[in-house]
């Protein structure tokens, strides 16, 4: 082999995650492709006066990961944001402080934005009202999102701004939470009911600056490559803007939001008359297909679930659309050549999902082909498992979830129904391909409590939900890395090491094949390497070149 590579990472354990491969020595890599992957003896001959050549001192190398389901503008526009998050702000009095803060640096009348609240987690439980923002911002209108996006909290500047009265009447898919007694908006806007605030966009500039500090983020998490859930016009912008500067440092894999909800005006008509296909792009951006809202959250107790949540007066949360009325535009889609995504978390949005798809089957025979998606599917039966096989869906399973949110699941749902979420073993019984992931910013986005979650089905709290339905570490592995490049037919270039596929790898603290599963939520990446350069290594790390 007359190749000379321009980064060689030897003297490791290379967790390849091929079949025929499990593990390696080194990898050497030239112009963004892996070019050799075995001993360190056969790779170090590859080294010229130029490459990079990176001892690993025994770490563990393994695929980057494939974060299969998030909302990357997001988690820019987050810090930018005041951040309401668990551990950042754990009571109303705090989030009341952060916002307090912020108003003292901006004038009268100007936004202020912030998202992550979760009463689940705040010492009052319960949900921030107007009356709690009206208290320290009754000059600023003040939009702060839960962290699982379904739900906002507006206080009555807001409110004002955005027309929200007693009188208001509910969109369809949406909800307006008014006092039982006095009938005044509380402040709390469920699903499409946070359209009637007009909250402002974002200078391009300032998204540029949130986006390269996401983009640090998420080299530290390990990630390198992202399907993008919430893909609009502003998005692709911003992707590109990266690109063409050189500052990319993550594949976006483009899912177009469909249809008005939630802020997002939707694109599907644009797209289908473009003559856009899903593949459309190239190997750092393209375009998956459409994504289509179905239902809510399991937290904001806005997921369309079989059986009312507890304590909730009979709520069985919200459908978006009548089943006839988003056939047709799901149907287009597919025989547009457009992937589809639907976001179903709870049973009966899941219903829907299959319904409309298994309607699309007899419409069009290439829609069993197509690797179709649905999102979430927390409270996915056993019934449902044979159907995603039958109709060939890929599960964008949030098994981020796990760690985090769970503890919540058992309050809301009861521990018996919350023992069945993210059914992973069912998945693997019956065939059906489930990427990991996070939907971050909802939750965190390192893949590793996602993998934690997966293994041991341990929650925060120390519950184990379901333990039955975990699964091993490889497998685990395998969700986050080759799972998710199989639902964008690029198994063949992403998801594992081996000659000839992109080089995006990370280095390890821990070897997780070989450590307590307890200790998976713990490992760190040392390194992360993105097409072929290095884009992140930890301070103090003992690897060097």
């Known amino acids: 082999m007359n190749l000379i590579a321009d980064l060689i990472l030897h003297n490791g354990y290379v967790i390849t995650l091929e079949e025929d491969m499990e593990s390696a020595e080194a990898v050497a890599v030239k112009d963004g492709r892996i070019i050799f992957v075995g001993t360190s003896k056969a790779a170090l001959p590859l080294k ?38 668990p ?6 009095e705090e989030i009341l402080c952060a916002v307090k803060e912020k108003a003292s640096t901006l004038p009268k009348g100007q936004w202020i934005l912030g998202r992550g ?26 939009f702060l999102k839960r962290t699982c996006g379904h739900v906002a909290v507006a206080n009555s500047k807001a409110l004002e701004i955005g027309g929200v009265t007693m009188d208001s009447i509910d969109l369809p898919g949406g909800h307006i939470q008014k006092d039982v007694v006095s009938g005044e908006p509380t402040g709390i806007l469920e699903e499409r009911a946070q359209e009637l605030i007009p909250i402002p966009e974002y200078s391009d500039e300032s998204l540029r600056e949130g986006m390269l500090l996401a983009q640090e983020q998420f080299a530290k998490w390990g990630i390198t490559t992202i399907h993008d859930l919430s893909a609009q016009k502003r998005e692709l912008g911003v992707y590109q803007n990266l690109f ?17 909800d939630l802020h997002e005006p939707g694109v599907l008509n644009e797209v289908i008359g473009l003559g856009i296909y899903s593949g459309f792009g190239d190997k750092f951006i393209n375009v998956q297909g459409v994504k289509f809202m179905l239902d809510g959250s399991i937290g904001g107790k806005t997921a369309a679930v079989k059986e009312s949540y507890l304590h909730s007066d009979g709520n069985m949360g ?7 009325d988003l056939a047709p535009h799901v149907i287009s889609a597919i025989k547009s050549n457009l992937r589809v995504s639907m976001h179903a978390i709870g049973e009966r949005a899941i219903d829907q999902a299959l319904n409309i798809l298994e309607k699309a089957a007899e419409e069009a025979e290439s829609a069993v082909s197509m690797r179709n998606r649905i999102e979430h599917c927390t409270l996915a039966n056993e019934e449902h498992v044979k159907r995603f096989k039958k109709l060939g869906v890929v599960v964008g399973s949030s098994t981020g979830f796990l760690y985090p949110s769970a503890d919540n699941y058992v309050r809301v749902l009861g521990k018996e129904r919350a023992e069945r979420v993210f059914p992973h073993q069912w998945y693997k019984k019956y065939g059906v391909i489930a990427p990991g992931n996070s939907d971050v910013p909802v939750v965190s986005g390192n893949p590793f409590l996602g993998i934690y979650g997966l293994v041991t089905r341990k929650t925060e709290g120390g519950l184990v939900l379901g333990e039955d339905q975990g699964i091993t570490v490889i497998d685990a592995l395998k969700a986050y890395t080759i799972d998710g490049a199989y639902s964008s037919f690029e198994e063949d270039i992403l998801g594992s090491i081996k000659e000839n596929k992109l080089a995006d790898m990370i280095v390890l603290s821990e070897n997780p094949l070989f450590i307590d599963p307890e200790e998976l939520k713990d490992i760190e990446v040392e390194m992360t390497v993105f097409n072929g350069k290095v884009t992140f290594i930890k301070e103090g790390t003992a690897i060097h070149s």
């Open 48 to 85: 010229g006066k130029d490459t990079k050549v990176v001892d690993l001192k025994g770490k563990a190398l393994m695929p980057g990961f494939i974060e299969s389901h998030a909302h990357p503008l997001a988690c820019g526009e987050s810090f930018l944001e005041v951040d309401c998050s």
């Open 87 to 92: 551990g950042t702000t754990n009571s109303i």
């Open 117 to 142: 609240w979760d009463d689940s987690k705040l010492s009052e439980k319960r949900v921030p009202t107007r009356w709690d923002l009206d208290q320290i911002s009754p000059d600023h209108p003040v």
């Open 244 to 260: 063409k500067n050189d500052e990319l440092s993550v594949r976006y894999r483009l899912w177009l939001w469909a249809l008005p």
């Open 318 to 324: 919200i459908l978006y659309k009548k089943e006839s």
